[in-house]
């Protein structure tokens, strides 16, 4: 079995900065790619940003893209999420996930999935 533990959520003030991390646990696990995805109350769960293990190419939804960046530690098994310039809207519980299929941008291919980290952010 898989598990994936999302960490790093909180509060924070509108400008200021986040850094959320997720570790795949078992070392047998095999990957193409780790996503990040969020969801507000009353909304639908979107796409923040994803990687690729192997090449770490990395696509960014355009609501994110400037702030946010995505990274991997191949070694540890584990992506992180630095989000910088946060505003208000970015608020939602991020999931980290894991998808085996090389469409990293179909989040219906994500086949594991963490618990999720609350990120709330103050004006």
């Known amino acids: 079995q898989v598990q994936l533990v999302e960490s790093g959520g909180g509060l924070v003030q509108a400008g200021g900065s986040l850094r959320l991390s997720c570790v795949v646990s078992g070392r047998t696990f095999s990957s193409y790619a780790m996503g990040w995805f969020r969801q507000a109350p009353g909304k639908e769960r979107e796409f923040v940003a994803t990687i690729s293990w192997s090449s770490g190419n990395t696509y960014y939804a355009d609501s994110v893209k400037g702030r946010f960046t995505i990274s991997r530690d191949n070694a540890k098994n584990t992506v992180a999420l630095q989000m910088n310039s946060l505003k208000p809207e970015d608020t939602a519980v991020y999931y980290c996930?894991?998808?085996?299929?090389?469409?990293?941008?179909?989040?219906?291919?994500?086949?594991?999935w963490g618990q999720g980290t609350q990120v709330t952010v103050s004006s």
């Open positions: 996930a894991a998808t085996r299929d090389i469409s990293m941008l179909n989040q219906y291919k994500y086949s594991y």
